[in-house]
């Protein structure tokens, strides 16, 4: 039955969201702040100076940043910033002499701020706040002399937010990412006792397996970072955030093997019992992932990779017939399956042990395949932030060009605002902060919503001035509700809202101030209009197309560096050639353009043109690192093939699989669109399956290593991942 379309226009319109609990308590604490150090300064102590600063750095910590946590998180990190304020402020009152010193020093601050982001969430969150700490006394008037009461003003305001966040509506800390951790090596460990299950000739009730299979894709899919808050990512340049992310990695990567494990089981009592300990294992781990829980260890599972791999090469070889004359063609595969399923896990328990500060046993990555996977264990935090900061300064990191557009961006509009000697400058810049994004396209987007709310809420103040006059007494009054509903209704109705409702704010502080006419409402507007301006050249001339088009040539480097990893890692394996440092350019070009990819998750696009999938470009390019890796900790090097022969062999599967990754990043590059795989990625699948089968290689004995197995399986999941790249994105 057709509805009507009255009943279609009821269903279907969206409905007004309505404020969030947080959303509401955080206005509260902010007002409360704000207005306590502004009443406070301004009628108790008659220090207009001071009352500026404790107002202003209250709303830069509690609505411009992202201060996130619990509520002593959020107060020790209000606290932490304190001595960068002061240096900002202290900065800006001294360069506020000259327009040009001024923007110089916008465009170190600008860059050093943002850029300082690739530390870690936290500094992502605190970079609006802390540019609006050095924005506001780099304007005129020139007064040295005032930079005590500027100074008391801004350690006042902060104080009394970090107060607030630990006594108004305290919240309790978010889930973090160790949570979505646990989640996700429960959900693991449950497939791997079906996989048992299954090894030992258990069969599963009927929708077992697929139910668990679907909760355990849906758990890694809350690892990624592009579904997880900026503020809950390990993104940090540390151990600890980076073990989480290591860890993240090596469930994406136990995940595929588990699933492998179900699609060939079959009775093997060594395959169920590895499987089953690999079950274990990652229950510990996620026991052991909150920081109150106990420390996992790996010696069972290791003790039982041992002597899996101690059996399985007593076995006969693949390639040899039964007494029957038939080939297993399944056991092989089977074997190779659980051992990186376990690998996985082994790698899952380790991390955590990181992840919690345990001792960990020296590196054992032999001196010309370092570093290893878990190098970062063994460097102290100040070289591991080093580390960071020097792989990100290159235009190839999305950090380095977002820190350039942003300090070009605020330097140009400091250096416009002062020579045009606009009145109430810094709206200038403020407006170019909050309005820039991250492509020309997205900042286009918030320019109509931004202009058309300011404009609204100048004509609102000007209609306020010219009714009420001078009488201060009516706008402190009337500054705690208007500043409520501003902080409130901004987050939750939008742009223009939010914009409105602060224009008015802004009028209702500098009324109190000193003596103001309508004039300050147009002020405003040309503010705005132009700090919005200067955004949206700055996003037109710096990169206008964001991650979209960055993406593309970032993923295509990750292929063709993933090409020479997986390539080199079997030249190793096969003793045909010695490490070259591909394996570590891989890592970083894979964190890179994890960035890159979460970025392009934040903005707006058109999926239907997008073309191939770039969540199975970044995965083809993760699963070639994380699968190199327990290879080369597991296969001594030179040992992955028997004789000569069976290395050649090997080695030219290789390179048909390396081949491949070059020639899909050449496609991405030349953006042919997504369509069937090219026919050598077919051939190469086909002549791995029948090295998987059991068949001799040429010029061999009739003997397939295992370890070659092994190889083999993990090339021909390499090209199963680069199969879904043309999927649609």
């Known amino acids: 039955m057709r509805r009507s379309p009255e009943r279609t226009d009821r269903t279907e319109r969206p409905r007004r969201i309505r404020p969030a609990p947080a959303v509401v308590h955080r206005a509260v604490r902010v007002t409360a702040a704000a207005c306590a150090g502004f009443y406070t300064f301004r009628y108790g102590l008659d220090r207009p100076v001071s009352a500026t600063y404790a107002l202003f750095a209250a709303i830069a910590l509690g609505v411009l940043a992202r201060v996130e946590g619990s509520a002593r998180a959020r107060a020790r990190t209000i606290l932490w910033t304190l001595p960068a304020a002061w240096a900002l402020v202290c900065l800006g009152t001294v360069l506020a002499a000259h327009s040009w010193a ?27 706040g802390l540019q609006l700490l050095y924005i506001l006394p780099c304007f005129p008037p020139y007064s040295p002399d005032t930079l005590p009461q500027r100074l008391l003003g801004v350690t006042a305001g902060l104080l009394l937010l970090a107060a607030a966040e630990l006594l108004l509506w305290p919240e309790p800390a978010p889930p ?6 646990a989640r996700a090596a429960l959900a693991l460990a449950e497939l791997a006792d079906l996989a048992a299950d299954a090894c030992a000739g258990r069969s599963a009730a009927p929708g077992a397996v697929t139910a668990a299979a679907d909760r355990a894709r849906a758990r890694l899919d809350e690892l990624r970072f592009s579904r997880v808050p900026v503020m809950e990512r390990p993104a940090g340049a540390g151990a600890v955030d980076r073990s989480l992310t290591h860890c993240a990695a090596a469930l994406r990567y136990a995940g595929p093997q588990l699933l492998r494990i179900l699609r060939l089981a079959r009775p093997c009592p060594g395959a169920a019992r590895l499987t089953a300990v690999t079950a274990q294992a990652l229950r510990a781990a996620a026991a052991g992932l909150p920081r109150t829980g106990p420390v996992p260890d790996n010696g069972v599972l290791e003790r039982e990779l041992a002597a899996f791999d101690t059996a399985r090469a007593a076995e006969p070889r693949p390639g040899r017939a039964d007494r029957g004359g038939h080939t297993d063609r399944a056991g092989p595969a089977l074997g190779t399956a659980a051992l990186d399923s376990a690998e996985g896990a082994r790698f899952v328990v380790r991390a955590v042990r ?45 950090a380095f060009r977002n820190a350039l557009r942003t300090a070009g961006a605020l330097g140009a509009a400091r250096l416009l605002a002062g020579g045009l000697d606009l009145s109430h400058g810094f709206w200038v810049l403020l407006a170019t902060l909050t309005l820039m994004r991250t492509s020309a396209a997205d900042t286009r987007m918030t320019l109509r919503p931004a202009l058309v709310g ?70 405003r507007v040309v503010n705005v209009a132009t700090g919005a301006a200067i955004g949206l050249l700055a996003g037109l001339c710096a990169w206008p197309r964001g991650g979209a088009q960055d993406l593309r040539r970032r993923a295509a480097a990750l292929l063709e560096d993933s090409a020479d990893a997986l390539r080199e890692t079997v030249a190793v394996l096969t003793g045909t050639g010695r490490p070259g440092g591909a394996l570590r350019r891989a890592r970083t070009s894979a964190l890179l353009t994890e960035a890159m990819y979460a970025q392009y998750r934040c903005e707006r696009h058109d999926p239907a043109g997008d073309g191939p999938s770039w969540q199975a ?33 090997l080695l030219g599967h290789a390179d048909e699989v390396a081949a491949a990754f070059r020639r899909q990043a050449a496609a991405l590059r030349a953006r042919e669109p997504a369509g069937a795989a090219h026919p050598a990625v077919a051939r190469a699948r086909a002549a791995l399956v029948a090295e998987l089968d059991g068949g001799p290689a040429p010029g061999s004995d009739g003997r397939v290593s ?12 390499l090209l199963d991942d680069l199969q879904q790249i043309h999927e649609p994105g």
Not at 102 to 111: E, H
Not at 176 to 181: A, H, N
Not at 485 to 507: D, H, K, S
Request: net charge positive.
């Open 617 to 649: 470009a970044v995965l083809a390019g993760q699963h070639a690192v994380r699968g190199a890796e327990p290879l080369l900790a597991r296969i001594p090097p030179g040992t992955a093939a028997p004789h000569r022969g069976g290395a050649r062999v």
């Open 454 to 523: 300011t404009a609204l809420g100048a004509a609102a103040t000007a209609a306020v001035l010219l009714a009420v006059g001078e009488h201060p007494l009516v706008y402190a009054l009337a500054l705690p509700p208007v500043m409520l509903i501003a902080f409130t209704a901004g987050p939750a109705l939008g742009q223009a809202w939010g914009q409105g409702l602060f224009t008015l704010v802004v009028a209702l502080v500098f009324t109190q101030l000193a003596p103001a006419s309508w004039r300050l409402a147009e002020a």
């Open 706 to 717: 295992l370890h070659a197995v092994d190889v083999a399986v993990w090339l021909a999941g």
């Open 176 to 181: 973090d990412y160790r949570g979505r951790l």
């Open 102 to 128: 001024a923007a110089l020093g916008m465009v170190g601050v600008g860059f050093a701020v943002s850029y300082g982001s690739v530390g870690g969430p936290r500094m992502v969150g605190l970079a609006n």
């Open 354 to 398: 990181v992840g919690r500060r345990a001792p960990l046993p020296p590196d054992e990555t032999p001196t010309d395949q370092r570093p290893g996977p878990f190098w970062y264990a063994y460097d102290p935090a100040p070289l591991l932030r080093w580390r960071r900061f020097r792989a990100n300064l290159t235009p190839r990191s999305v």
